[in-house]
């Protein structure tokens, strides 16, 4: 898994280093550290695709969360607003699901379309 701008090549990688300047000043961490402690944490595996995983990690160090702290509090809110809101809210979130899932499918029709 390389990112697009990831050295592939031996000069790459030399090319990098040449430009990377090593100091003993401190540095402020753009993610607070030990957010992802506690008995009560235990890791989980998910599945997603790597350009969601980029994304998400992405996101989470411009908030200054870990990735793990960013997930948990989206799941978090999504469940506060499903428990507060009630059947309307849940009906609502069901009628986008479906709206989406009509859109893929559309979508997959029309490219079949194209290639039939």
Do not use: C
Request: proline share 6%; hydrophobic share 40%; charged share 30%.
């Amino acid at each position: 898994m390389t990112e697009q701008n990831d050295p592939t090549t031996p000069d790459e990688v030399n090319a990098l280093l040449d430009r990377l300047v090593f100091t003993d000043a401190p540095i402020d961490l753009p993610v607070e550290l030990g957010q992802d402690d506690g008995p009560e944490l235990k890791p989980r595996s998910v599945k997603m695709s790597d350009d969601l995983t980029r994304r998400g990690k992405a996101r989470a160090v411009n908030l200054g969360q870990s990735f793990s702290a960013y997930v948990r509090s989206l799941i978090e809110r999504d469940l506060a607003q499903a428990e507060h809101k009630g059947p309307a809210a849940e009906l609502s979130r069901i009628a986008a699901d479906l709206s989406r899932a009509a859109a893929e499918l559309d979508h997959t029709a029309a490219e079949l379309g194209r290639t039939a």
